[in-house]
């Protein structure tokens, strides 16, 4: 069965050479009982060691059963004790956090046993022990002569053909050392038993062969003729060893049993999966936060020019109809539609040009219905009320700027907006996030212009009319540019024209036609007007109530409902807000593909530098691959001082036959299931976050970001650095033999 040739054991450490034992020659066959004494330091458990396949030897020759083994690689070693060795220690090395059930069935998984009579296999061991009663008991809890009745299962539960013990019984009194003695000598027929002990007395009555070390050397080996040893030896009789491996299956179950099964380690796995797990989203997170706003600029004739936009408008250049706005409606991440989208686009500033200079964005007042805080709603077309936050500029002008006449006037072209004066009548206070989104929408600005529906519609057509042209003709004459305004006191189909229309011709002007035309890339309209007036210097104030001329000068004034007849238009151009604007894309060709045409706002900014975007870019993406590196290093060495307490339970593992790679497998599917429920630990805080559960400002920012997308990237980041973890941790685990690793645990 074993054959040593002249095999020798040194140990080299710092340029020291000692001998474990040197020149054995030994020839062992099943059936024998073999005792082997001598003195602390005699090189027994080297031996025994180097037998056991978990120790190498430097010279000679061992052979298992004629094949020789000096040129076995780790693999084949592995391959041999799981196949021929049953181990048992004088520390029961038995995993504490396991059951006596579950130290047995460890021994039968580990062999390959993946059959359903495994649970009957380990009952039926554990009653030969007689620890039937402590199957459910954790191995921590039992005596030494109990622990080691379970290791003998243990080893007996392989079905090996060579059982050897190291000082199996020094750890226990000499009542259960015998029954100890006994019990391994009764189960174990059929096999070659090798025990290594102080106390001869204690295995006498068994053994067939004695052998006693003294320095590194075989100096007795004798022979015992033991009759019912002979007798129950029927020679070739060699248990048929398994070799299987563990199962794929069985390694799911270990890993998860391994998972649970010590509550303080799982919590401190648990916690330091969770860091890991929000170090990731956060510095994710935090990186896709800022490539979003890097992605800025400017955009003059767009005020608004949040993600969320897409302008839209139809290839035919006509009116929006009911119909367009149901259709876009109905497209998937679309939010909202903003139906006369000028207002967004609508920035403006009231000033009474020497006390107060406020600029807003033009909003209707039913976007800030019951907010006002000081004063009252807006009445006429000609009253405001604005929406500011509660500390800055406007804040400290508000007070003065009540109730005084004041222009509103648009904030690119310095335009009235309105016409006439205005006057703020109330105020209100923004939220937070309406703040914040103000700033995002337009940039830098104090607040919202909050206008009745009439006001609303003025801006309108001082806007369109800002986009078209007006043109006319005369007495058979052009007019390049027309400046149209409104008056109460133009009857209707009238104008009031000036003197420089007027002496383009040099008939009287009263009664005379003027033909107006209105031309955008819309629309094309022509609209005779007869001539009601021409006002002068000395009319102005009779006519249109106006003090000062210059006011009035080279202005062409209509009756409001002609005014209105003329831009009032209906929407050319919309504007669709999506839902979730890392969708912008495919809601645009969703959009597209229905027949409209889409502009999208960002497109059109004006980057403040393309070059130097880029450069951030990247250094954004390097600054997360290196938080990721050392997020990924501090975990490795925490999990690593966790899983120390661990790497008894490895050891053994390998005592038992276990493999590089089952220990790897073990080890991944522990952090994997850790990972994973870290993962759902996160995101069921993001959860609560996002549904507002948890009011904290920093995760609202962080969760704000965070789609389904990114939920999935940011799995298979954590998992495959759990991956890598426990390949990390599984190497480190076998740069040691399975003895050393097992000599420092003990
Ligand atoms: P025993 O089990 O008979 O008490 P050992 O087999 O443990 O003796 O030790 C035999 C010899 O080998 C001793 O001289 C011991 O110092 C040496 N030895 C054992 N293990 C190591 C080791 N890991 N490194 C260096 N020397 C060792
Ligand atoms: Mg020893």
Redesign the pocket.
Known sequence: MLKLEKVS?F???GGVV????SKVDLELGIGEFVAIT????????????VISGLDSYEEGEMYVNGSATSGYTKEDLEGYRKKYIGNIFQTFNLINSYTVYQNVELSLLMSGCDSKDVEEKVHDIIAKVGLTEYEKTKASKLSGGQKQRVAIARALAKETPIIVA?EPTGNLDSQSAAEVIELLHNLSKNKLIII?THNYDQVEKYVTRKIS?HD?RIVEDKKLSQQDQAENFDGGDIQEAISDTLTAKNTVKLGIRNTFNIPAKFLLMLAVFVFLCGGIISSYTATMNSQDSMDSGYNEFFKDVRKERILVTKPDEKVFTKEDYKKLKAVSNVDTIVKNDISLDSLGYISDDSEFWIMGKITPMKDFKGRIEVGREPETAKEVVVMIPKEGYAQDVIDSALDKKATLSNDYTGESMIDGKVKIVGYGYLTDEEEEELVESVGYCEGYFCLTDKGMNQIRYNALKGYSQQTGKYAGMDIEGLYLKTSEDVPEGSVIIGEGISSMSEYWPIGQELTIRNKSKYFDDTYKFSVYSVVTRDNCEYLLGAKNFDDVEGFTYMNPKDYRKMFEKGNYQSSVMVKDRKLVRETIKEIEELGYNCFYVRDGLVKYSEEADTILKTIMMLVLAFTLIVLFFITYFIMKLILKSRNIYYSTIRMLGGTKGDCSNLIKVEVITVANIAFLICMGLVALVKAGFIRVNYLIQIVGFLNPVDCVIIYVVIIAMSILLAGRFSKALFKKTA??AY?EEV
């Open positions: 054991k140990y080299s450490s000692a001998t474990g034992f001598g003195e602390s330091g005699s090189g027994k458990s080297t031996l025994l060691n190291d290594v070390m590194g003895m050393n000599k």
